[in-house]
């Protein structure tokens, strides 16, 4: 049971490059997140999707892109990269919307140049 | 809005002794509240959460946290520390109201720091 996978696990950008994290998980899941980590700041919701097919936007959608065209795969991506993106990136799934703990994955960190 | 606060960017404690990372929260409803741990290099893991119920919730790795509602607080406690707890804890808060979907707020994170 590998739980929440992330790929890839580190990137570096060059400003105006576009990237797409891949985050997978097993556990048949309905919700599924992005959060963006960075020093002091805790962790900051990017998007998130609370079944296949569904997506919306958290406190800092933008420039982000997510789509969820299977269950258990949720994909963020970044058209046009900016050095305000470097960050640690984090992905994760839960089994209820409110009440549920979420499960996250290892974490991918961005570096855009 | 609602709003977690961690008030401590770190907390240092010896090994044995009791540690405490303290949380304060602000919300217009019933607060769901968790507790995650993240080492090094990793994700979170979840400790710990109250839904409602008894105020003290026991969870992984011999942690508890008290949920006072009349201070708005959530801390979270260990009797005995462990060098091996020495990571960054997050508080986080969810509330659900009429109009909101119930995300996760989470604080800024207290750093642990368990010396030997």
């Known amino acids: 049971n590998a739980g929440v996978t992330q790929t890839p696990k580190f990137r570096v950008l060059k400003t105006g490059q576009s990237m797409t994290l891949l985050c997978a998980q097993d556990m048949n899941h309905e919700y599924m997140y992005w959060y963006r980590q960075d020093p002091g700041m805790g962790l900051r919701l990017i998007h998130y999707s609370v079944g296949e097919g569904t997506t919306a936007k958290g406190e800092v959608p933008d420039g982000y892109n997510v789509s969820r065209l299977k269950k258990q795969n949720f994909l963020l991506g970044l058209e046009s990269a900016a050095p305000s993106q470097t960050s640690v990136y984090f992905c994760?799934?839960?089994?209820?919307?409110?009440?549920?703990?979420?499960?996250f994955g290892e974490g991918s960190r961005l570096t855009v140049l | 809005a609602q709003s977690v606060a961690q008030p401590e960017d770190q907390v240092n404690v010896a090994e044995g002794n009791p540690l405490t990372v303290k949380c304060t929260y602000s919300?217009?409803?019933?607060?769901?509240l968790f507790w995650y741990v993240q080492y090094p290099n990793r994700g979170l893991q979840f400790l710990l959460k109250y839904i409602t119920g008894d105020n003290l919730v026991k969870g992984s790795y011999g942690f508890e946290a008290e949920f006072n509602k009349s201070q708005t607080s959530f801390h979270l406690k260990k009797p005995s520390a462990l060098v091996s707890d020495s990571a960054l804890y997050f508080c986080?808060?969810?509330?659900?109201?009429?109009?909101?979907?119930?995300?996760?707020?989470f604080g800024a994170g207290t750093q642990v720091v368990v010396t030997p």
């Open positions: 986080a808060v969810r509330v659900m109201t009429t109009d909101s979907w119930g995300k996760l707020q």
């Open positions: 994760a799934s839960s089994y209820l919307g409110v009440a549920g703990e979420l499960f």
């Open positions: 919300v217009s409803g019933n607060p769901y």
